[in-house]
């Protein structure tokens, strides 16, 4: 391509030196005529008729030797350009060529893992390289595939939370929720020692009670058909499960011990984002213990 | 010889329930607020003060009902035992068949079932 390219340029100047040779050549047949018409002028005033005759004849030679001298640079010169003109077209087209294959490949690899992406195969990147366009290209796909990823890494861990904490929700509920029924059932048992109207109170709480259990098993069976069935947590109270979703939102880990009569340790890890880069290197704590 | 009863919960108005239910209906009750208490009350028989059944409670502090129970089948203690739970399947992780459970009670309680099932456990 650089030899095809020199070609071209050695053809352009060429062109630039015949078009001065060409001005010269009109500048020194312009001459000539002046020469030969001051000749011609001197022989029609019949002075000096020899050497002006010769000078006339001179001068035609002259011309003569100029003309083609000029023809023959006139072919030089389209042979040149020609020439200048076969290479520049064969170098475009050796380049562009060039071009398009180099482009060709880190296309066809983007637009593959665009279709793998697409499909659900959130662990596809490309191979960043070639020309500086397409290498931007590949990294900018490469970015958003990772951003992708993470987003549906986050999305898939709320949802996890959100099964385990209507787990734990529905869980709780359940206890005291089996007190009243069933302290309700006992006054049903007892039945003869109530008014009519004491009676039907408990018919209706226990009507009531029974709603309850009916919306907490349907709860349950909506986070199960999501989840999987996720690994309870229990016994610990809808707190412990609250707090555990906000610090896994924030990357975080939540441990709790108790011992009775003692009291209860909770322990939450928080991760810290880097702090702007301190003075002092190799202190990128990313870890605090509260 | 009225059918002794080990209840075990953490909750007392549960241990209250189950106790004045059990009672109406003409069992002795005996009860533990963990499965620590329950494990000692469990392996206090032998000589005919221990309980012909175990009610115990899935989710406990200190021990769970599932812990207690594998802790006395270990120790060749083979009383009938019911497992109380919210749902039954919170507590299929860790379940094996040599812990010998004699059945699930969902909560809320439904006694009359529970009265019928202690009865086929003990053969009354």
Do not use: W
Not at chain 1, 98 to 104: D, E, K, T, V
Not at chain 1, 180 to 202: D, I, N, W, Y
């Amino acid at each position: 391509v650089i030899a095809f390219a020199m070609l071209t340029v050695l053809a352009a100047v060429g062109v630039v030196r015949f078009l001065q040779q060409r001005k010269d050549f009109e500048d020194a047949t312009s001459r000539s005529y002046r020469v030969e018409i001051a000749a011609r002028d001197r022989l029609a005033r019949g002075e000096g008729a020899a050497a002006a005759r010769e000078a006339v004849a001179a001068e035609e030679r002259r011309r003569q030797a100029l003309r083609s001298d000029i023809d023959r640079r006139t072919r030089d010169t389209a042979l040149l350009v020609s020439a200048g003109l076969i290479a520049g077209l064969t170098g475009a087209a050796l380049l562009f060529s060039g071009l398009i294959a180099s482009m060709r490949r880190p296309l066809e690899e983007l637009v593959e893992a665009s279709e793998r992406l697409a499909a659900g195969d959130l662990d596809t990147r490309v191979k960043v390289g070639g020309l500086s366009e397409t290498a931007t290209l590949g990294s900018a796909f490469n970015e958003m595939a990772a951003e992708l990823q993470r987003r549906a890494g986050e999305r898939d861990q709320l949802e996890r939370m959100k099964d385990e904490f209507v787990l734990t929700a529905s869980h709780e509920l359940r206890s005291p929720l089996t007190s009243v029924q069933g302290f309700a059932e006992l006054l049903v048992l007892e039945r003869e020692k109530l008014s009519p109207e004491q009676s039907e109170t408990v018919e209706v709480i226990l009507d009531n009670t029974r709603h309850l259990v009916r919306l907490l098993n349907d709860l349950l069976d909506l986070a199960r058909s999501d989840a999987g069935l996720t690994q309870h947590v229990g016994g610990t109270g809808l707190g412990l499960a609250i707090s555990k979703s906000l610090v896994e939102l924030h990357g975080g880990t939540i441990e709790a011990s108790s011992r009775p009569g003692r009291g209860s340790t909770f322990r939450v890890r928080l991760p810290l984002a880097a702090a702007p880069p301190p003075a002092a290197a190799g202190t990128t704590g990313t870890e605090a213990r509260l | 010889v009225s059918t002794r009863v080990l209840i075990a919960d953490d909750s007392e108005t549960i241990l209250l329930l189950l106790r004045t239910r059990l009672e109406m209906e003409g069992f002795e009750v005996v009860t533990a607020a963990d499965g620590v208490e329950a494990v000692e009350a469990a392996r206090g028989g032998g000589d005919g003060d221990g309980p012909d059944v175990l009610l115990l409670d899935a989710m406990m502090p200190r021990k769970s009902g599932i812990d207690a129970l594998r802790e006395l089948r270990a120790a060749g203690v083979d009383t009938p035992a019911l497992i109380v739970s919210a749902h039954q399947d919170e507590l299929d992780a860790g379940l094996s068949p040599d812990l010998d459970i004699g059945g699930f009670v969902p909560k809320p309680i439904d006694f009359e079932r529970l009265f019928a099932r202690i009865a086929e456990l003990t053969g009354g």
